[in-house]
């Protein structure tokens, strides 16, 4: 796309935790005109409508994605459509069927409309056989999880597409997604969200996975930037396309609880180990490299753990004190 094309953006899936956001973010970076917003659900509660142009679309109906990227003249789709690891674990079919499916569907109206896509990997896409500590940017993937075989599929896809087509794909592997206004949608890394509301309304939070869990984490307005900085890349700077490492911080439950415990002193947590999303976490990095991203489009992300943790604590404790919660 040439640098004076203005985007027009067309995101599935955007409903979700981070759709609900990115579209948001899209719109204020390149007006409210210029995003379409689809979900499979409606948008009863008005979350993006009253934003932006929002329309249903099943990412599994191919003449209904190519419709509306012809209806809307889209030249870029963030495609966030997806069963997320816990999720796809409980019904895998479902799973390889939405997120494959889904995906090639993207692909293809991409590719006969020329337009780019962006497509979110995930921690996800690394196995036990991965190097935990520092996990590279290349390096070997063989997940177990049906969520990380569709991740990496994706990824091997999505590049497919850009060098057997000359789709401009590109994406990044989002460690667990930290934000305060659509709940997560059954990954493995919910708990880093479920533990501030637990803390603001209760005091007290049981984590489903274990003391010593370290696993890469991120706030949201840091993953609007990836998601948006990876796409206005100077394609000549890519040596990478699907996917670029980004992480933020990371961290075990017990040194988030002691972040949470600066803000709300008796806050306690205690612990209910769930063994198939502990098994997930444990085949997760512990903490990835993401200096391919760095040097190849500038990634830097704005929020540590602790500044993180303030905000999230002054978004919904003042929202709690509303009544809101
Ligand atoms: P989410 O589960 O919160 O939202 C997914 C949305 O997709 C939902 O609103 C759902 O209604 C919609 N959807 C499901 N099936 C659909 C279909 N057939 N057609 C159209 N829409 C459909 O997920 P999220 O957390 O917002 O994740 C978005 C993307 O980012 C996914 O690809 C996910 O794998 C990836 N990702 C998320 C995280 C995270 O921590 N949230 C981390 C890494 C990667």
Redesign the pocket.
């Known amino acids: 796309m040439g640098t004076h094309t203005p985007r027009r953006i067309l995101v599935?899936?955007a409903?979700?935790?981070?759709?609900s956001e990115l579209a948001l973010g899209l719109k204020d970076r390149y007006g409210a005109d210029n995003v379409i917003a689809t979900?499979?659900?409606p948008d009863t509660r008005k979350k993006l409508s009253s934003a932006v142009p929002f329309a249903l679309?099943?990412?599994?109906a191919p003449e209904a994605v190519d419709t509306i990227v012809q209806k809307y003249r889209v030249n870029t789709i963030y495609h966030?459509?997806?069963?997320?690891s816990a999720v796809a674990e409980k019904r895998p079919r479902e799973g390889w069927d939405?997120n494959m499916g889904?995906l090639l569907n993207v692909l293809d109206a991409a590719r006969s409309n020329k337009c780019s896509m962006f497509f979110?990997?995930?921690?996800?896409a690394f196995g036990p056989s991965t190097p935990l500590d520092g996990t590279p940017q290349d390096t070997i993937q063989r997940p177990e999880s049906m969520y990380g075989v569709t991740k990496v599929a994706g990824e091997l896809l999505c590049d497919y597409y850009f060098t057997r087509f000359g789709v401009d794909t590109r994406g990044v592997r989002?460690?667990?997604?930290i934000s305060n206004g659509?709940l997560?949608?059954?990954?493995t890394?919910d708990y880093a969200v479920e533990i501030f509301y637990s803390a603001i309304k209760e005091k007290k939070y049981t984590c489903f996975l274990k003391q010593g869990t370290s696993l890469d984490m991120m706030y949201m307005p840091d993953a609007i930037k990836a998601a948006i900085n990876v796409m206005e890349a100077d394609p000549a700077r890519l040596k990478h396309r699907n996917s670029f490492n980004v992480t933020a911080m990371h961290f075990t439950p017990e040194m988030l609880a002691a972040e949470i415990r600066k803000h709300i002193p008796d806050f306690t947590i205690d612990y209910r180990v769930d063994p198939m999303r502990q098994r997930i976490a444990d085949s997760w990095p512990n903490y990835m490299d993401d200096g391919a991203a760095r040097e190849e489009w500038g990634w830097m992300p704005d929020y540590d753990l602790a500044a993180m943790t303030t905000d999230m604590i002054r978004v919904l404790r003042r929202r709690h004190e509303q009544g809101l919660l």
Do not use: E, H, R
């Not at 679309?57 to 599994?60: P, S």
């Not at 966030?80 to 997320?84: Q, V």
């Not at 997560?184 to 990954?187: A, L, M, R, T, V």
């Open positions: 599935t899936g409903l979700g935790q981070i759709g979900d499979i659900q679309l099943d990412v599994l966030l459509a997806a069963l997320l939405i889904g979110p990997s995930s921690i996800g989002f460690p667990g997604i659509t997560p949608g059954g990954g890394t």
